[in-house]
């Protein structure tokens, strides 16, 4: 592989962004991260990353907004994004899905399965 | 004159008689008062909404405390039809009590929010016979539940926020521990690997409980919504089953099922029903020191049965009726594995009445246990 694959991480828990950054980089990802949902969206459109990881209860503006606001726009709309919430309601996943998420995974969250829908859409890509 | 004075005392005897008699009717008379009058008042300071009822649900006498609860005067009470000043409706309710009483011939009751006067209230009826043991009068007690239910509310928003909040610190301290414990930050030795392997299985062991109280929160608050779609019972069980063979071959019980033959519809919500399943066998095997946890999918015609039996520990008599209320665990001292919280059961049997379908145990302390339960075939979608 050439070159690191990039992934932006947007979640507004501290301890938890620290987490998820340390488990994807030790498996090999270059980890960019936000705090809220206007900075994903910045930070979305000035890096380009390969995939977003997207919390949904976030400060400013939810992940459904900033999922929807990226599938709009021809320009960031083949950026996979995956869901990432503590709310495991089956109504959340259907939302999700109509904003156009690419996935969605639960908290308390499995790694593996994390990297696995993770190497999964970047291989789709 | 003999003849007169020989009638004079007969005449005064008979007078007195008379007097004896009217004395004595009027005393009658006034404790026949008096008993009514202490009736009346025992009925009027009772603080439930009582009435009688005829047959026909026509109100024929009510107390102060149901007019107080329903905002009216006796007048307008006596002579109504009880669905008409009750519900504001022409007919009786699909659930009143008063319709099911005639057909039991037995005390009946319900749970009901009323929307007229803005109460959850309980009724409940109950019939009185003549001599004859005809049906002719029900006595039907209302009771002003609100504030329970207003507490209930409260303690089941109080539980799903703490569980909700819950689960974040948890996942991070999961993840931490088991970054280390993957040797994704250097190498542990072994002793640092077993207390960490301590630490996660036990970190999981609360995230089953908050699971568990986050799942009866919602089933209890009516947020829980089933998916129902047409599926293949058979095929499900088959597959549940299939992933308890590593656990059940650990502790050497034979796990056996009996399936009919082909597919067997049901209309049912996938992942819910499977937590029936897994929820039940789980049981059973972690009841079961040796012998045999047994699955059988039945087609009743009507509907489907479904039975998960086991040559566990059994349970006594009389904790059967308390498995299915809340923070119960039957021996638990002899429940080694995955602990929880006694919650399992509560929220089996509620996904299974959620699908309007029946549960029960049958069980002997020391021979097993059976769990017997019944599910909606096809697509048959039902009324409430």
Known sequence: MADKKRLLLVEDEVD???????????????????????EALDKAHQEKPDLIILDIMLPKMDGYKVCGLLKADARYNKIPIIMFSARAQDQDKVTAQEVGANDYICKPFNPKELLEKISNLLQNR | MYKFLFCFPIIIVLCGYILWLFIKHSKDRRKIAEAIREWEMTFD?????????????????????????????????????????????????????????????????????????????????????????????????????????????????????????????????????SQVSDRLHGEINPKQEHLLSISLSNIDRINRIVAELLDLSRLEAGKLVLKKESIDLVKLAREVVLSFRLLAEAKKIELRQHFPEGTLEGYLDKDKITQVFANLIGNAIKFTEKGFVEVIVRDKNDYIECVVSDSGIGIPEEGIPELFSKFRQISRQSAPGEKGIGLGLVITKSIVELHLGKIWVESKLGEGTKVIFTLPKGSVIYNI
Request: proline share 3%.
């Open chain 1, 16 to 38: 938890m962004q620290e987490m998820v950054r340390m488990r994807l980089e030790a498996s090999g990802y270059e980890v960019l991260v936000a705090s809220d949902g206007q």
């Open chain 2, 45 to 177: 300071a009772i603080e439930d909404g009582i009435s009688i009822h005829s047959i026909n649900f026509v109100i024929v006498e009510a107390n102060v405390a149901l007019c107080k609860l329903l905002g009216k005067t006796k007048e307008e009470l006596i002579g109504k039809k009880c669905h008409e000043v009750f519900h504001h409706r022409c007919s009786h309710i699909s659930s009143c009590p008063l319709d099911k009483a005639k057909n039991s011939r037995g005390d009946e009751s319900l749970e009901i929010y009323e929307p007229v006067i803005d109460r959850w209230v309980t009724i409940s009826v109950y019939p009185v016979c003549d001599r004859e043991g005809k049906f002719t009068r029900a006595i039907h007690v209302m009771r002003d539940i609100s504030e329970r239910k207003r507490l209930e509310q409260m303690r089941d928003e109080f539980v799903s926020t703490v569980s909700h909040e819950l689960r974040t610190p948890l996942s991070i301290v999961r993840e931490g521990v």
